[in-house]
């Protein structure tokens, strides 16, 4: 792509949010603020605006960072740095269906992929199919793995679209299931691996709470703005674009099959980031890591929590993980995960955007001014 | 971006909730979290599971060592990830002095890596039977009063060459941990006495078209060992029959239940006369067994089986050796592992005592499969093992040169 295509595309999109912003839908906030951003801020108004914002950004960044010392072990680990680990992964799909318009059902399997590299090539209890590679390079292995992987898939299912693409993922997610567990050689079937554990550093062991949720915490902000940036970026303005009219941009010259398989290997990279996290989390993998329900599951954490920014993400996660963890003390019976799905269903009827777009229309309310 | 402020509340949120549950602590009640799968293909059996828990607890009237028991209920879904996941709730959580979990093999591993994490807590099975739980690499604080998967075999392999006469037995089996540990623990006894194993098939759970299977198996044999379970034993069964296959079955310890019994093929006579072995018999005639079962009926739980099943039996007979340390060390949770590696523990099936990896020493049951006068089936009791180790009568070196159970561990073709 020459840089002047970009600036086309750019300038198109901008074009198409401030003529008719009803119509261009979700893509219209998102590139209008880009735009304005690109530009100095010079009135007031704007400049008071970005400050109040660095300082949010500031304020939450803070709180994050002093967590865990607030927080018990307990906190730390399985809701603060498992909702985060579960988050990077939901983000990838947040990324591919928010932005790119298509939804995959792969991710978790992207991020088995991984999870199942780690254990192949790094240490693992299985001694005899683990090769013992330093975890560097198990890692390394494990996230190029990954962005391969996500790129044959992207290859496969671009071509198709909305319920299609879910299909072909799901297909995909479910034989890699099947074939984790019932090959013996590579995956150790049923079984899979146990005992991986993140490295050790300078003393530091990752295993432990605190340090495992400053990795996390650290991938997830890198994470995050990677997509952040990414999607004001040429390259995600016109992924963009072919989301909203795929039909337009190709006549514009844009080669969107090409896009959406770059965006699906952009996806592959953090899915395959966080599933490195996740074995590292739980300490091993098996065919039950990346089985249906755990597909879903990624779907379901990038939904309550909202497609329209990567934030979503890792507030669906947050909710998920509490809920999968405290639902049981509100129904002390075995009816609990009528709880999570009752959770989920109010989320949803009452707010299709899922809980940042709750959070939307409760400022709308609240300032109908400022309604954008 | 106003949203991250949601993410705020909710942390704030959380952390109150984990002040909140940190505070509700009481000097005279004692928090024993309980693990069991109520979720996902095993959540029958998790109920069971729990079923047992409270039948124990309840003629403890929760209490114990003169302190109020307070249950605290959680579930996973049987993956190993999940089980952990809970546990670390409980315990970390919920506070819990003594936990009681989890229910399959592979979760129980990984519930005892948890363990050496905690060592001021009692860590104490469910009805988890996985080999390696407490034979390789085992937490100090983990206790298990109900037996692993091999041991359900014992006394199978030496009754099947001795008194039924089968000299070559080819196995079908599912594909994972714990078919592998109950085809060891047949097969060190078969082999021993002199039996050949010409053909194993690991198949992969839940298979539904045996016809491969089937064709692939060897002419000359005197019998089959069947390890499937539920569903793929009927499926199993009623191909077989329908290919014209003429040999009698061997059952594992989950193979020949219910399912199996009201099976309504043409060839439902020839089941008769299966054995099988387990760590529970329905049919066994002895008083703590049928006032288990009885106490079981009275209790009038909902959806409850007739008898109670393997999965209550383990929770209870565990909960129970909780309950009866406890009331000996009087409600001291430090000294009570200490208590339960020493104690002796009388349960519906006959006392049971730890080996010094905390691992149950208890009866094996070896049934038949029987025609009543009514003409239904049931399991009889033929022979009870007594004082099954998880050895299996070989030497701590002898075993472990052999090692645990695989596809391909042991053989004797």
Redesign the interface.
């Known amino acids: 792509m020459s840089a002047n295509r970009w600036r086309h595309a750019m300038d198109t999109a901008g074009a198409g949010a401030r003529v008719k912003p009803g119509i261009s839908g979700r893509i219209a906030p998102q590139s209008g603020r880009g735009a304005s951003h690109t530009r100095s801020p010079s009135t007031p108004d704007e400049r008071s605006r970005l400050q109040r914002?660095c300082a949010?950004?500031l304020?939450?960044l803070v709180?994050l960072l002093a967590?865990p010392w607030?927080?018990?072990?307990?906190?730390t680990?399985?809701?603060g740095a498992?909702s985060l680990v579960l988050g990077i992964i939901a983000l990838s799909l947040t990324f591919l269906a928010g932005y790119g318009g298509m939804v995959s059902l792969s991710q978790m399997t992207i991020a088995g992929i991984a999870g199942y590299a780690v254990a192949i090539f790094g240490h693992s209890a299985v001694t005899q199919i683990s090769l013992a590679w330093p975890w560097w390079l198990a890692a390394l292995i494990a996230v190029i793995l990954a962005v391969v992987a996500a790129t044959l898939i992207g290859l496969i299912s671009v071509r198709t679209d909305g319920i299609y693409t879910i299909m072909i993922t799901l297909a995909i997610g479910v034989a890699m299931f099947y074939l984790t567990?019932?090959n013996?050689t590579i995956f150790n079937?049923?079984?899979g691996f146990?005992?991986l554990f993140p490295p050790e550093i300078s003393g530091v062991n990752l295993k432990d709470p605190m340090p495992f949720y400053y990795l996390s915490l650290c991938i997830a902000l890198v994470a995050y703005a990677a997509v952040k940036y990414l999607v004001r970026a040429p390259f995600g303005i016109a992924l963009q674009g072919t989301r909203d009219n795929a039909r337009r941009m190709r006549a514009l010259g844009f080669n969107v099959a090409a896009h959406r398989i770059a965006a699906h290997a952009f996806a592959g990279l953090l899915a395959g980031i966080g599933g490195v996290l996740l074995v590292w989390y739980?300490?091993?993998i098996?065919p039950?890591?990346i089985g249906t329900?755990a597909l879903i599951n990624v779907l379901i954490i990038a939904v309550i929590g909202?497609l329209r920014?990567p934030?979503?993400a890792?507030?669906g996660a947050?909710?998920f993980i509490?809920l999968?963890?405290?639902a049981?003390?509100l129904i002390?019976r075995?009816r609990?995960?009528l709880v999570i799905g009752g959770a989920f269903l109010l989320i949803l009827i009452f707010s299709p955007d899922g809980?940042?777009g709750l959070?939307?229309r409760v400022?709308g309310l609240l300032h109908p001014a400022r309604k954008q | 971006m106003k949203p991250t402020k949601i993410y705020f509340s909710a942390t704030v949120l959380g952390m109150a909730l984990a002040s909140l549950n940190a505070t509700a602590q009481d000097q005279d009640t004692l928090k024993i979290g309980v693990l069991a799968t109520l979720e996902g293909a095993l959540t029958v059996s998790g109920q069971d599971g729990m079923r047992g828990m409270e039948l124990a607890m309840r003629q403890h009237d929760f209490t114990a060592g003169g302190k109020k028991i307070e249950v605290i209920r959680a579930s996973s879904t049987g993956q190993p990830d999940t089980a952990v996941n809970a546990a670390r709730k409980l315990v970390e959580q919920d506070k819990v002095a003594i936990l009681i979990g989890p229910l399959s093999g592979s979760e129980g591993i990984a519930v005892k890596d948890y363990a050496k994490t905690q060592p001021g807590v009692v860590f104490v099975n469910g009805s988890s039977a996985a080999q390696e739980t407490t034979l390789k690499d085992p937490a100090p604080n983990f206790y298990r009063f109900s037996t692993d998967g091999a041991q359900w075999s014992a006394g199978l392999g030496t009754y099947v060459y001795k008194d039924k006469g089968y000299k070559k037995v080819a196995i079908v089996a599912e594909d994972y941990s714990f078919p592998y540990a109950q085809v060891q623990g047949f097969m060190i006894e078969f082999c021993k006495a002199g039996g050949k194993v010409p053909d194993k098939q690991w198949v992969p759970l839940g298979t539904k078209d045996y016809s491969s299977v089937i064709a692939k198996l060897p002419t000359e044999i005197d019998a089959i060992y069947v390890a499937l379970g539920g569903s793929d034993a009927v499926n199993f069964f009623s191909q077989y029959e329908q290919s014209g296959g003429d040999k009698p079955f061997i059952g594992g310890s989950i193979t020949v239940d219910q399912t199996v019994l009201s099976y309504k093929g043409k060839r439902r006579d020839a089941l008769i006369g299966t054995p099988a072995a387990g760590p529970t018999a329905d049919n066994w005639d002895n008083p703590a067994w049928n006032k288990f079962v009885q106490d079981y009926r009275d209790a009038k739980f909902d959806n409850a089986y007739a008898t109670p099943g393997l999965f209550a039996h383990a929770y209870y007979v565990n909960t129970k050796a909780v309950l009866a340390g406890l009331d000996a060390v009087k409600g001291d949770v430090s000294k009570l592992g200490a208590h339960l590696a020493s104690m002796t523990l009388d349960t519906p099936t006959g006392p049971v005592k730890l080996d010094e990896n905390r691992n149950g020493v208890a009866n094996i049951f070896l049934t038949e499969v029987a025609k009543s006068d009514d003409g239904k089936l049931y399991n009889k009791v033929v022979k009870v093992t007594p004082d099954v180790t998880q050895t299996l009568g070989l030497s701590k070196e002898e075993f472990e040169k052999m090692g645990f159970g695989t596809r391909t561990n042991p053989e004797c073709k």
């Not at chain 1, 607030?70 to 906190?75: C, E, G, K, M, V």
């Open positions: 914002k949010r950004y304020a939450v709180i967590y607030l927080a018990s072990d307990f906190f680990f399985q809701i498992q567990q019932q013996y079937g049923f079984q146990s005992n739980n300490g091993r098996s039950g890591t329900t909202g920014h934030l979503g890792f507030l947050l909710v509490l999968q963890n405290f049981i003390d002390d075995e609990f995960n809980l940042l959070w939307r400022r």
